[in-house]
């Protein structure tokens, strides 16, 4: 019964990150045919609606929108947007968390968050994995003997989330290691391989 229980816990994990993907495209699909779907009947003649419009017209708007946010009156609009939505005290911390963590995606984020180290606390044998989200801190005092603080991203395993600790330069070890592995290497608790 035991071998029987590991070979389903085999297959779930073979087949539950590609159904989680399927769904998640097939509901977001799905949301745009009937959301924008139902506006472009209302819009349009019947005979010229087919089925797979609303899809096609909201891959068209997300690319829209794309081009536009590279526009140079569109980031002055973005930032006036910007600026009242972090004028109102609850929205402002939802819209920022929001907007810092959807940063972590885009090009700029990579470009910041672009290596990994090992951070050593005190004189523990015990490193951390992180992530050099920023290598100045100029806010902060410097540490100390004068060694300037880096803020370092430390995932935790099963889950999403984590801490962001400020260490002396001197408690970090670069790791060759992609940004990306290293954070699939974390949330799995170390249960991946760079061959996989």
Request: a positive charge; charged letters at 20%; zero cysteines.
């Amino acid at each position: 019964m035991k071998t029987v229980g590991k070979l389903m816990l085999k297959g779930l994990i073979a087949v539950l990150p590609i159904a989680l993907t399927l769904y998640i495209m097939w509901w977001l699909g799905s949301g745009a045919e009937a959301l924008l779907g139902g506006l472009l009947r209302r819009v349009l003649p019947e005979r010229l609606y087919v089925p797979g419009l609303g899809l096609i017209l909201g891959a068209g708007l997300l690319i829209a929108m794309g081009s536009l946010m590279n526009a140079v009156v569109a980031r002055r609009l973005a930032a006036v947007l910007d600026r009242l939505m972090n004028r109102v005290p609850l929205v402002k911390t939802v819209y920022g968390a929001v907007r810092d963590l959807l940063s972590l995606f885009s090009k700029t984020a990579k470009e910041r968050v672009d290596h990994v180290v090992l951070v050593q606390f005190t004189d523990s044998s015990v490193r951390l994995l992180g992530l050099v989200t920023r290598a100045v801190v100029p806010e902060l005092d410097v540490g100390e003997g004068g060694d300037s603080l880096v803020a370092v991203y430390i995932p935790m395993s099963y889950g999403i989330g984590g801490y962001t600790v400020l260490a002396p330069k001197s408690a970090l070890t670069p790791v060759r290691m992609e940004v990306e592995h290293a954070l699939r290497f974390a949330i799995t608790g170390g249960g991946t391989s760079e061959n996989r």
